[in-house]
């Protein structure tokens, strides 16, 4: 089994940063995508962006130039910095992982979410 546990959402105001992490612990063999989606007061949920065990990134439209995500392989750790933020990117966000464990075998799991609210 794994978990991903998140961290680092709160309230800022509009223009202001954050900076989320969700560490991934278990029956690890190594992590192929990592990545992190949000799902908006009454909406679905979206892909924020996501990187390969390579380090190629995927952004939304919505967050190009505003967003960096990144991760550190050897802590199974995935961040996503925040910045210039708008009350758009109010949302719960969830990390996301492709988890190849110690079998072989591969699973997709999901964090419990944090909370990121944008006041403006």
């Known amino acids: 089994q794994v978990q991903l546990v998140e961290s680092g959402g709160g309230l800022v105001q509009t223009g202001g940063s954050l900076k989320l992490s969700c560490a991934a612990s278990?029956?690890?063999?190594?992590?192929?995508?990592m990545g992190w989606y949000r799902q908006p007061p009454g909406k679905e949920r979206e892909l924020v962006a996501v990187?390969?065990?390579?380090?190629?990134?995927n952004y939304a439209d919505s967050v190009k130039g505003r967003f960096n995500i990144s991760r550190d392989n050897v802590k199974n750790t995935v961040y996503l910095q925040m910045n210039s933020l708008k009350p758009e990117d109010t949302a719960v966000y969830y990390c996301?992982?492709?988890?190849?464990?110690?079998?072989?075998?591969?699973?997709?799991?999901w964090g419990q979410g944090t909370q990121v609210t944008v006041s403006s």
């Open positions: 996301n992982a492709d988890v190849i464990n110690y079998y072989k075998t591969w699973y997709n799991y």
């Open positions: 278990g029956s690890i063999f190594s992590i192929n995508f």
């Open positions: 990187i390969n065990i390579s380090g190629s990134t």
